[in-house]
């Protein structure tokens, strides 16, 4: 039976042939952009490009063709690499992601991803910035007229790097495992992004409290992860895990600034809240969240992070709603 020439399953029914490449794929990889059809050409141009002499080739950097399956079948084994964070999927075997997948001449085509060549600084910049927009809107119609309205850029801003914060943890867990790793901007989260924007923009127009909002714009992306294993789990978990810890400093913190300097503390309070909230969201064990794969890996590491999560924001959210003569801010 036939394998693809991308991830190695055995194909059901009948092989789709690429005539750009020339490799036959199962279902899952027929199309061009699945398969690299542009990194499979430019390999295959580089092996012809070879002497005929005895020479080391790196194989890792390039594709297996059909009559290599033999070999192919020694040196892998059935499980599917890849990332699972649903903005990206690698299928290939760890070793064959090329030195750097990101570079505009690796031949690797992104889906779902805006601008995937373009500098990280600037997707990060990009992604904060909306982010802070979003949380600008959402703090303005509580705080205007009020003679607080620095808090609004406070806020925004602690908004802002509670979301970045959250990103790097992913990012530097996956550098210390030696993966390949950039933030990106995603298609589907920008559209959530700017749909969030507008609906909050929306609700400042009418002169009410803003409509709810969805803030996505973009996520870490990591390359080479196995489906699910402790790398996997630890990567997915860095993110709430800092959220968890960032948020309970800035618990600590607001209960350390004396109460004449109300509402600030109030404000590093709620902060604190905003911490909770994203990585308890982040949790959820559902689509792309970090939860699914946590779950997935290690229930009790699941059950520890989203139980102090909790207890944490409600303990939060207790002492910052709680009455004005048993609230430890006034």
Known sequence: MAKCAHCGEEIIGEPFYCSDCGQNYCSLHKDPINHDCEFVKTSF????????????????????????????????????????????????QEAQVPVNAFDPDSGIKFKGILFPHTSELVHFLIGVSLIFVIGFLNFYPNLI????????????????????????????????FGLQTKFRLLTFGMILTVFGIITGLYGLVLGGAALPTLALPGAVVVLGLDKVDRTTGLCKAAGPTINLFYGTILLIISFLIPTQFYP?????????????????????????????????????VYLLLIGLLLILLIITLIVIYAPIDSSPYI
């Open 145 to 176: 007229n009020t003679g607080y309205e620095w808090g609004i850029f406070m806020l925004a801003g602690f908004y802002a790097t509670a979301f970045l914060f959250h990103e790097f943890g992913h990012r530097q867990v996956a550098v210390h």
């Open 45 to 92: 141009r580089s092996q012809q490009m070879q002497p005929t002499t005895a020479s080391y080739i790196d194989v890792s950097q390039i594709p297996h063709t059909s009559q290599e399956l033999g070999y192919r079948e020694q040196i892998s084994t059935s499980e599917i690499r890849g990332t699972t964070d649903g903005t990206y999927t690698w299928y290939r």
């Open 264 to 300: 600030l503390n109030m404000f590093v309070g709620y902060a604190a809240s905003l911490n909770y909230i994203l990585g308890a969201f982040n949790m959820i064990p559902l689509g792309i969240l970090d939860g699914q794969n946590i779950w997935k890996w290690n229930k009790k």
